[in-house]
């Protein structure tokens, strides 16, 4: 599609959480001093220097008069980590912000940012397809007759090119695993999922068990930084007209 939303290098992460062994899959099988130690462990390695080498540095010096004592890291990748620790239940939140506008941006495609909050729960190349190899020919087929769509001016050849984007789209859903992304974190213990797009940014949140946070981060990473397919393109777009008409869109 010829208008596309590029993420910024600064990035918000928000994350709260009980941490856990990364060794274990369960926590009821570690003992409180051993989970009370990792944490310990954990706490230096993230105030010593050391850390620097690993890829991140605090950037904000310990308050005490911080209640939830919420310390930030800045990763060499432009990423910004707020993290706190809630140790009243084994499980963690987190929410990934993205700086992409307001719903309504950009200027020259209105809604754009909100259609790409969307978009990015189609799933990845490994995510949402029974076979991408053959999947991928059909959606860059579609790319190219919304391009064709974008810049035809003549009203029937725009209708003409609307019903070969209507044929490639269904060629295309056949490899499609609708709401695979949603089913895999509802298999890992999600409590709470949502995202929205407001005045300055667009948010993605989850609460899941301390034993999924590098499946969350995985999983994240590769969503919305690794390899995300931005297929069901033209069901999706429905789907956001209808939330402007309803005035349900965030």
């Known amino acids: 599609m ?3 939303i590029c993420y910024p290098f600064l990035i918000l992460l928000f994350l709260i959480g009980c941490l856990g062994p990364r060794q274990s899959t369960t926590t009821s099988a570690v003992s409180a001093n051993q989970v009370k130690s990792e944490i ?13 080498n690993l890829g991140y540095r605090r950037i904000n010096q310990p308050d005490p008069v911080d209640l939830m004592d ?4 800045q990763l060499d990748n432009g990423l910004t980590v707020y993290l706190t620790e809630n140790h009243e239940e084994p499980r963690f939140y987190a929410e990934v912000a993205v700086r992409v506008g307001a719903k309504n941006d950009p200027e020259d495609a209105t809604g754009l940012a909100h259609y790409l909050e969307h978009l990015l729960f189609k799933g990845t190349q490994e995510l949402g397809t029974i076979d991408y190899k053959k999947e991928k020919p059909h959606l860059d087929r579609i790319t190219q007759l919304y391009e064709q769509h974008f810049g035809e001016a003549n009203p029937e050849k725009r209708k003409e090119i609307y019903v070969q984007i209507n044929a490639e789209s269904q060629l295309a859903s056949q490899y499609a695993v609708p709401n695979e992304l949603d089913k895999l974190y509802a298999s890992m213990g999600a409590s709470f999922k949502n995202a929205g797009t407001g005045q300055e940014l667009t948010f993605y949140q989850v609460n899941l068990p301390s034993n999924r946070l590098q499946q969350w981060a995985k999983i994240e990473s590769h969503r919305l930084f690794g390899t995300p397919v931005f297929r069901l393109f033209h069901i999706e777009l429905e789907t956001v007209y209808d939330e402007n008409s309803f005035g349900t869109a965030y």
């Open 2 to 4: 010829r208008h596309r």
């Open 40 to 52: 310990q462990s954990k706490k230096a390695s993230l105030a010593s220097g050391s850390a620097v």
């Open 70 to 73: 919420v310390a930030i890291f």
